[in-house]
């Protein structure tokens, strides 16, 4: 089965910073690679498909980048809505999620 | 505007039975593939099962297979998902999700519209 690893696991930002995540697959899953935001008590809200397709509605200060085995989610400005645990899940074959990376206020 | 609602969910004991169901509304149901996702609590999110748009076709994670069944009535616009053998391990909020394609996980296919879950505590 494919591995899915996001790093970091945590990180503590302030309004306004550039936000990066990353999420490793375990082989090469070309582009096939989707990026959902989680706030608590809440479900998940797709952000990004096929790596860098931005769902629609959702602002432009997301954005997805990478392929092969090696991808990115990048917050441009955080905004205070944007603090929540943030999830990859690749589509290459059945769904599996990385572990999440929650983006707490510094 | 797409909308689901998940119930059913309730304490249950282990070794015991439920039947969740996931009411679907404000798009063509029978023209999407559905699945059922689980997240336990304070954890991650696991894929359980998936459905083609017809019922026809079924996919199911290995921790689940054997005792989950999912299934659909397009009459209904409602899936479903029946849940027996549970074990502890199976305690989560069980979310259903809308797939992006009719075909069950096939091309660049995503989860584009969750509903709001329902909880499965399974305990003695």
Known sequence: DIQMTQSPSSLSASVGDRVTITCRASQSISSYLNWYQQKPGKAPKLLIYAASSLQSGVPSRFSGSGSGTDF???ISSLQPEDFATYY??????APIFGGGTKVEIK | ?????????????????????????????SSYAMS???QAPGKGLEWVSAISGSGGSTY?????????TISRDNSKNTLYLQMNSLRADDTAVYYCAKESGYDIL????RFDY???????????
């Open chain 1, 72 to 74: 990115t989610l990048t």
């Open chain 1, 88 to 93: 990859c899940q690749q589509s290459y074959s």
């Open chain 2, 1 to 29: 505007e797409v909308q689901l609602v998940e119930s059913g969910g309730g304490l249950v004991q282990p070794g015991g039975s439920l039947r969740l169901s996931c009411a679907a509304s404000g798009f063509t149901f």
């Open chain 2, 36 to 38: 059922w996702v689980r």
């Open chain 2, 60 to 68: 199911y994670a290995d921790s689940v297979k054997g005792r989950f």
């Open chain 2, 106 to 109: 096939t091309g660049y296919y």
């Open chain 2, 114 to 124: 969750w509903g709001q879950g329902t909880l499965v505590p399974v305990s003695s």
